[in-house]
């Protein structure tokens, strides 16, 4: 069982900044393969990144590679999501997510998920 918290959505004007963190608990985090997803209002939930166990390799769709980074500390049992360059577009409830073994970019492939953290852009 893997328990996710996000934190740091928050409003933010087009152009910012925002750095989003999911803290988990168990002690097998290295584990999971780690993703985020995001919710826009009245759309279904989408594909933001994932990354590997290791940290190795990450994965993004074309709407948000070159501006999100994700990245992960085994130590603190904690990913992140570095997002530049925020649109209008990003505005949404952002989700963590876990899956045991390798990574993926299908929500239906991951087995745990948080509660969500909305993050607001506006122009």
């Known amino acids: 069982q893997v328990q996710l918290v996000e934190s740091g959505g928050g409003l933010v004007q087009a152009g910012g900044s925002l750095r989003l963190s999911c803290a988990a608990s168990g002690r097998t985090f290295s584990s999971y393969a780690m993703g985020w997803f995001r919710q826009p209002p009245g759309k279904e939930r989408e594909f933001v990144a994932a990354?590997?166990?290791?940290?190795?390799?990450?994965s993004y769709p074309d709407s948000v590679k070159g501006r999100f980074t994700i990245s992960r500390d085994n130590a603190k049992n904690t990913v992140y999501l570095q997002m530049n360059s925020l649109k209008p577009e990003d505005t949404a409830v952002y989700y963590c997510?876990?899956?045991?073994?390798?990574?993926?970019?299908?929500?239906?492939?991951?087995?745990?998920w948080g509660q969500g953290t909305q993050v607001t852009v506006s122009s």
């Open positions: 997510a876990a899956r045991w073994g390798s990574i993926a970019t299908q929500k239906r492939e991951y087995d745990y």
């Open positions: 990354i590997t166990r290791t940290g190795d390799t990450t």
